[in-house]
């Protein structure tokens, strides 16, 4: 919005600077950080009142969970405004990219909304049945995903780029749409499984969204593209203001729910979360890179497929507990320990990530 300011410059003053992708980048973020500041504490302060015993504790969970019975969940409600309001208000409301990206995120936020609603509201740990939510997660991502493809240059149009082959394209034609929606929900339910300890979830959902915000800004600017010998997808840089606004508020959400939390994102937050990440991959044509920078929520999914599938077949358990941070528990590890190193290792592959930009 406060890109038409960009109509009152002569060129050489201050208005001039709300044309620089970068400019409305920090001011998103420094917007979206003094959201979650200012209404952190009276957002907890409400949904502390309205949900009572707060979010419902799994029965069959570890043990040291039980403690945190009692703090309210649906803090995603947090990150979703700051960065709502972070990216309407920074960020060029004429580019497509970013009306996909928010179109994702409040839809699978909205999913996450009714699941946390149910949950406290009836006390129990079932919400909105699993059915349900992928096949509204599967509606939104197929609108996101053919959307996008439409938006993209022809050449790449429903084809799927991988990284460090820089040259290859593969042509999925109509196929690519079900591959899309497969990243995008996939993203977010993976997102959403990993949330299960303070802090766990948000640190690398930031550290995955920055890193696809500098791939969207790298790969829409067509000087940056040829020097890198990237796809070029003009207009993605405009994602960057929205990642900014995400990083923003994770950093404002994360101040009330470092350990021990204040308050827990909910379905609210992960899903919303997972799915922008799943979106961005969409729209900057980095689907594969994906999966590197976001591994922790790959290997936080795999682990559940393979505990319930291994567990059907033979009856037996490959990990004490699923997800994994939950096997980790039953070992005894701390759980500052578990999310801190999480980090490090969600840091560590945003940083390979990144790298296959430059290597060919």
Known sequence: ???????????????????????????????????????????????????????????????????????PTMGG???????????????????????IVLFVTMGFGLIGFADDYAKVSKQNTKGVPGRVRILLGLVISLIAAYWASILHPEELQFRLALPVFKDVLLNFGYLFLPFAMFVIVGAANAVNLTDGLDGLAIMPSMIAAGALGIIAYTVGRVDFSEYLDVHYVPGTGEILIFVAGLIGGGLGFLWYNAPPAAVFMGDTGSLALGG???????????????????????????????????????????FLMAPIHHHYEKKGWAEPTIVIRFWIISLILALIGLATLKLR
């Not at 069959?60 to 019975?69: C, L, Q, R, T």
């Not at 979703?80 to 580019?95: C, E, K, P, Y």
């Not at 900057?284 to 567990?311: D, M, N, R, W």
């Open 1 to 71: 919005m406060l890109y038409w300011l960009t109509a009152l410059s002569d060129g050489g003053d201050l208005f001039n600077l709300f044309r620089y992708i970068t400019f409305r980048a920090g001011g998103a973020f420094m917007t979206a950080l003094i959201f979650g500041f200012l209404f952190g504490r009276p957002l907890i302060n409400v949904l502390r009142r309205r949900q009572g015993k707060g979010q419902p504790i799994r029965n069959d969970g570890p043990e040291g969970h039980f403690v945190k019975a009692g703090t």
């Open 276 to 318: 922008a990440i799943g979106a961005i991959a969409v729209a900057t044509k980095h689907e594969i890179v994906l999966g590197i920078v976001g591994g922790i929520f790959v290997v936080e999914a795999l682990s559940v497929i393979i505990q319930v599938l291994y567990f059907k077949r033979t009856g037996k358990r490959v």
């Open 77 to 99: 409600l947090l990150i979703v405004g700051a960065l709502l309001t972070s990216t309407l208000l920074w960020a060029r409301l004429d580019n497509g990219y970013v009306w």
